[in-house]
Every structure is written in structure tokens, then in C-alpha cells.
């Protein structure tokens, strides 16, 4: 029982260009949602949130917009650069303080 | 991931010993967490601990895996009589005590691998 999907296993983009990963979660109970990156032999990094009360949060290069009629989330990484290429998961949480549910991930490449 | 510190970052047994792994978490954090990412998957929710108490363990396999979070020192996730379907990177996460929705730091995992 997925209740966070990320449907697309890799995306590669030229650096410069916008990077956009998509999310996808069954359970209208989520109100708290994360994206976390992961490098290799790593553990992941926190990067940015959102509450369900907004629909959208920025910091920096990364925007996070969140759909919940669609129960729907994307990152969006404008520009891109090398330096994020890694592997992104996508997490939501019911906002009882407790477990995050994690996405399978998304292997970004951004080539130069 | 500075803070949150897990030991080791490899461990290797044999099916049948026993596996310890240890976490702390960032300092002025009690909340704990402890996460499982099998080959080509993403991370899986085992446990969510604090201090001397177990919050949550829907997670955790109903044998051979328990977690601890002592009032002093690390939190210990211990997996007896271990199978090779165990292998995999385990993660602990801590976030602080607060009212509000705090994202979850984690360490740099454990590689525990099977012989």
C-alpha cells in the first residue's frame, strides 16, 4: 500500500534549465509535506516543506507547490545545477509529531 | 547531516548473531526516529521513540527487532538472530520537542550487511 508515490524513477536536465518532480499521495489525512534530498552513502537532507494550509512555499532556488484537491506536490529547482544531482524523495506526515511516509524517489541528473 | 550521529556506518554479521546500531540525536532534540531503505526503495518508518518511551512502532517487525531510548545515552535499535533479509542502510532521525510540525534530521545511516 503506496500512499506516497514518485512516478518517475529518474529525470535528467541540462543545467540552467528548471527541474520539476512530481509527487503523488493517496491519504487525505496528510497535512505536513517534506522533500528530502539523498547522496550516496548519505542520509538524506532536509530541503524544504509545506503545511497543507498553503499551497506553496519558496526558498531560494526550490519551490514546493502543493495541489490537495489533486493530492498532488511538485519540487521545482530553477536554475539547476550540477551540484543537485542526487536522488530526491518526497515524505508526508498526518502531523501527529510521528512517522514520515516516504516516496520511492527520483534520481536527478543535471548535466552541464 | 551534522548532529545526528549514528555508530557504525558498516556493520557486518553472520545469520544468527546479533546487530546493535546506535544513535544520537542533535543536541536539545528528544524526539527519535528510526527508518529502513532496502535496495531500490525508499526509506520505510520502523519506530518513533522519546526519552525512555516508545511513541510509535507500527513500523517494527513483530520478532527479532527492538528499540530503545534510554534516559541517558543513544538510542539503540537491536535486531537478534539476524537473516539476510535484513541487510539494508538503517537511518535514525531526531527532530526537537516543540508544538509545532519540525522536520525530522537525519544521520548518515548504518550499512548492515549479512554474511
Known amino acids: 500500500d503506496q500512499q506516497v508515490k514518485q512516478n518517475s524513477p529518474s529525470l535528467s536536465v541540462q543545467e540552467g534549465r528548471i527541474s520539476i518532480l512530481n509527487c503523488d499521495y493517496t491519504?487525505?489525512?496528510?497535512?505536513?509535506f517534506l522533500w528530502y534530498k539523498k547522496y550516496p552513502a548519505e542520509g538524506p537532507t532536509f530541503l524544504i516543506s509545506i503545511s497543507s494550509i498553503k499551497d506553496k512555499n519558496e526558498d531560494g532556488r526550490f519551490t514546493v507547490f502543493l495541489n490537495k484537491s489533486a493530492k498532488h506536490l511538485s519540487l521545482h529547482i530553477v536554475p539547476s545545477q550540477p551540484g543537485d544531482s542526487a536522488v530526491y524523495f518526497c515524505?508526508?506526515?498526518?502531523?501527529?509529531?510521528?512517522?514520515?511516509?516516504f516516496g520511492q524517489g527520483t534520481e536527478l541528473s543535471v548535466k552541464p | 547531516n551534522a548532529g545526528v550521529m549514528q555508530n557504525p556506518r558498516h556493520l557486518v554479521r553472520r545469520r544468527g548473531q546479533e546487530a546493535r546500531l546506535r544513535c544520537s540525536p542533535m543536541k536539545g532534540h528528544s524526539h527519535v526516529y528510526w527508518y529502513r531503505q532496502l535496495p531500490e526503495e525508499g526509506l520505510k518508518f520502523m519506530v518513533y521513540?522519546?526519552?525512555?518511551?516508545?511513541?510509535?512502532e507500527s513500523g517494527m517487525p513483530k520478532e527479532r527487532f527492538s528499540a530503545e531510548f534510554p534516559k541517558e545515552g543513544p538510542s539503540i535499535l537491536r535486531i537478534q538472530q539476524v537473516v539476510r533479509g535484513d541487510s539494508a542502510a538503517y537511518f535514525c532521525?531526531?527532530?526537537?520537542?516543540?508544538?509545532?510540525?519540525?522536520?525530522?534530521?537525519f544521520g548518515d545511516g548504518t550499512r548492515l550487511s549479512i554474511l
Open positions: 491519504n487525505s489525512m496528510f497535512d505536513y
Open positions: 532521525a531526531s527532530s526537537p520537542t516543540t508544538g509545532e510540525v519540525q522536520p525530522q534530521h
Open positions: 521513540l522519546q526519552k525512555e518511551n516508545i511513541i510509535d
Open positions: 515524505a508526508a506526515s498526518d502531523n501527529q509529531g510521528g512517522k514520515l511516509i
